[in-house]
């Protein structure tokens, strides 16, 4: 069974930091590419960012371009996303998820599972 | 950038069929696959289709996805509403450089 538990949300300042982590399960983990996907308060899902599975080719939302980064450790079968210059707008409620079989060839493709997600909540 | 559109909310009763449509602003429906996903009020999103028409293990086959490349649109039929379909489903897709979500439809079984 497919596991995807992410951690490291929390409250921050605008302007600050936090690391996300999702430990996967279940799964080849190098095998797919992972994403990061997002949602405000009373809006709609966002996608923020993807990785294939080597961690060899990235992509990133426009609003979050040269703020955040997406790695991986294969060893570890952990995704991460580093958030740098947080901004109030950056709240929301966070998800990892396992790319579908297609995004083995492209990474943008979409998801087959999903994370339980971690709260970012950005406020002074 | 595409856009992604979908009606913001239907209903039907149980028993019945609906089908959500998503149409897609500029660029072909049938270059690049479509995913629906499903969000229950306070639990996180789960995928009900992948790849136009793919299920996930364990989705019924009560759901079933399609493309139509005549209206550029894609979409999730659902046969036997159960009150638990009840619920949030957003398509997505993507072109060479972005994924891009509808802006969500509300599902009411009433």
């Known amino acids: 069974e497919v596991q995807l538990l992410e951690s490291g949300g929390g409250l921050v300042l605008p302007g600050g930091s936090l690391r996300l982590s999702c430990a996967a399960s279940?799964?080849?983990?190098?095998?797919?590419?992972m994403n990061w996907v997002r949602q405000a308060p009373g809006k709609g899902l966002e996608w923020v960012s993807a990785?294939?599975?080597?961690?060899?080719?990235?992509a990133y939302a426009d609003s979050v371009k040269g703020r955040f980064t997406i790695s991986r450790a294969n060893s570890k079968n952990t995704l991460y996303l580093q958030m740098n210059s947080l901004r109030a707008e950056d709240t929301a409620v966070y998800y990892c998820?396992?790319?579908?079989?297609?995004?083995?060839?492209?990474?943008?493709?979409?998801?087959?599972?999903w994370g339980q997600g971690t709260p970012v909540t950005v406020s002074s | 950038n595409f856009m992604l559109t979908q009606p913001h909310s239907v209903s039907e009763s149980p028993g019945k069929t609906v089908t959500i449509s998503c149409t897609r602003s500029?660029?072909?429906?049938?270059?690049?696959?479509v995913q629906w996903y499903q969000r229950r009020p306070g639990s996180s999103p789960t995928t009900v289709i992948y790849?136009?028409?793919?299920?996930p293990s364990g989705v019924p086959d009560r759901f079933s996805g399609s493309i139509d490349s005549s209206s550029n649109s894609a979409s999730l039929t659902i046969s036997g509403l159960k009150t638990e379909d009840e619920a949030d489903y957003y398509c997505?897709?993507?072109?060479?450089?972005?994924?891009?979500f509808g802006g969500g439809t509300k599902l009411t079984v009433l």
């Open positions: 279940g799964f080849t983990f190098s095998n797919r590419a």
């Open positions: 998820a396992k790319g579908s079989p297609y995004s083995y060839y492209d990474i943008l493709t979409g998801y087959i599972a």
């Open positions: 500029s660029g072909s429906i049938a270059n690049n696959y």
């Open positions: 990785i294939s599975g080597s961690g060899g080719y990235t």
């Open positions: 790849e136009d028409n793919q299920r």
């Open positions: 997505q897709s993507y072109d060479s450089s972005n994924q891009v």
